[in-house]
């Protein structure tokens, strides 16, 4: 009898009830990881924190059980401290910034910063308002955030057995690596910029499928409002494929995404139709004008060579190239003299850096009236059509073209 019980003991340690192999097991692990992947930024990030969609109350009570059963996450906790990474982003203010904490703190820490955040009252307070407060949330969810993974961790060692205790340490380790550590850490440190907000976010690859599009951060940073984080052609945001889904079977429904700079008609004479189409896509008026600019650049260049210019002079220009479409504050401080003198030896651009300023100044200059702006917005595209620099009296066309 003992020798009986000790071999199926024996039996469900090495398979568990399940009998899975390996590659079985293997790919349980990847499917219910991204499960969890796929509530986080799903229900978490974009329809609870920053309310770009709203879902139908069976898949926000699927994903609010999962996220208690494989992470412990208690959901007015993550909004707010998500929401307060975005309100002071890259401050001291900041709970998880790699710009103020260092990328190695966020790295390898970065589950200790949110834990400490979640411990901050007047935090919770502040930006934690609007998450569900209903019976379940009060008496298990928030009362008993540790008792889901405890009974994942006996489901997952009753299906495979010993190996079960690593399945459940992959499921508790994914979330801290790939959203503190990967997102928070390394999305504002390292990747490309298809835009350039304030802060110092990064897209960290063009297929955003390893963390359901959460790798597509400087584009969510910029549009936080948006339901869909793809905005190029090569970019793939698997996220908005869930929610895309869950809306065609009527159990989500999407409130707003990535405004689109559409073109019509060239004016001759602005109006407050194509003023509205400026301010409304500013980021991707921008992000075109640093195109124009980076043209330009690399036009310079090519001219220095024709002219014969020193290797130093071509070295500074090459330099300056790469930095001169960033805002100043984003420019390192080892190459700003290398972009002043690229300034003072280029006056074509040093106009399209003048203009750059002053054109942002139609949405900063909040004070102004419409009927102001619409003037300014008008000498402005006069000004470019002036200036004799090719790049800004084609950008200039093409603004007047801009519509709603």
């Given at each position: 009898m003992f020798s009986n019980l000790f071999g199926a003991l024996i039996d469900w340690l090495a398979h568990g009830f399940s009998g899975f192999n390996g590659w079985e097991i293997v790919a349980?692990?990847?499917?219910?990881?991204?499960?969890?992947?796929?509530?986080?930024?799903?229900?978490l990030h974009r329809a609870q924190a920053h309310r770009a969609l709203h879902l139908h109350g069976l898949p926000s009570h699927f994903f609010r059980f999962w996220l208690w059963?494989?992470?412990?996450?208690?959901?007015?906790?993550?909004?707010?401290?998500?929401?307060?990474?975005?309100?002071?982003?890259?401050t001291p203010d900041d709970p998880h910034s790699p710009q103020t904490r260092g990328i190695k703190t966020v790295l390898l820490k970065g589950s200790e910063l949110y834990r400490s955040e979640a411990r901050n009252t007047e935090t919770l307070a502040k930006f934690g308002h609007g998450t569900p407060d209903d019976w379940i949330e009060r008496n298990m969810y928030s009362r008993f955030s540790l008792a889901g993974v405890t009974l994942m961790l006996i489901v997952d060692l009753l299906l495979f057995g010993a190996i079960g205790a690593?399945?459940?340490?992959?499921?508790?380790?994914w979330i801290p690596i790939t959203a503190a550590g990967i997102v928070n850490g390394i999305g504002h440190w390292w990747g490309y910029r298809n835009f350039d907000p304030t802060d110092a976010s990064r897209n960290i690859l063009p297929w955003g499928l390893i963390i359901g599009g959460e790798e597509l951060h400087n584009n969510h940073h910029t549009y936080p409002t948006?339901?869909?984080?793809?905005?190029?052609?090569?970019?793939?945001?698997?996220?908005?494929l869930y929610i895309r889904s869950l809306e065609l079977l009527g159990l989500a429904t999407v409130r707003k995404t990535v405004p689109r700079l559409r073109f019509g008609a060239v004016k001759a004479v602005a109006d407050d139709k194509m003023l509205e189409a400026v301010i409304a896509n500013r980021y991707e008026v921008?992000?075109?004008?640093?195109?124009?600019?980076?043209?330009?650049?690399?036009?310079?260049?090519?001219?220095?060579?024709?002219?014969?210019?020193?290797?130093?002079?071509?070295?500074?220009?090459?330099?300056?190239?790469?930095?001169?479409?960033r805002d100043d504050e984003m420019i390192p401080n080892k190459v700003k003299a290398q972009v002043a003198g690229a300034l003072a030896s280029s006056p074509r651009l040093a106009k399209l850096?003048?203009?750059?300023?002053?054109?942002?100044?139609?949405?900063?200059?909040?004070?102004?009236?419409?009927?102001?702006?619409?003037?300014?917005?008008?000498?402005?595209?006069?000004?470019?059509?002036?200036?004799?620099?090719?790049?800004?009296?084609?950008?200039?066309?093409?603004?007047?073209?801009?519509?709603?």
């Open positions: 349980f692990t990847l499917v219910v990881t991204h499960i969890t992947i796929a509530a986080v930024t799903v229900f059963l494989t992470t412990g996450i208690v959901t007015k906790e993550w909004v707010a401290i998500h929401r307060k990474h975005h309100a002071r982003c890259e690593t399945v459940w340490a992959v499921q508790m380790l948006s339901a869909k984080l793809s905005v190029k052609p090569h970019e793939f945001d698997i996220g908005w921008m992000a075109d004008y640093a195109r124009s600019l980076r043209r330009a650049s690399r036009a310079e260049v090519r001219r220095l060579k024709t002219e014969g210019s020193t290797a130093s002079e071509l070295a500074d220009m090459r330099i300056a190239s790469r930095w001169l479409h850096v003048t203009k750059r300023d002053e054109l942002r100044m139609l949405w900063t200059r909040t004070h102004f009236s419409s009927e102001q702006l619409v003037a300014n917005l008008q000498a402005w595209l006069t000004e470019a059509e002036q200036s004799g620099v090719s790049a800004l009296q084609e950008f200039g066309l093409r603004l007047r073209a801009a519509r709603v």
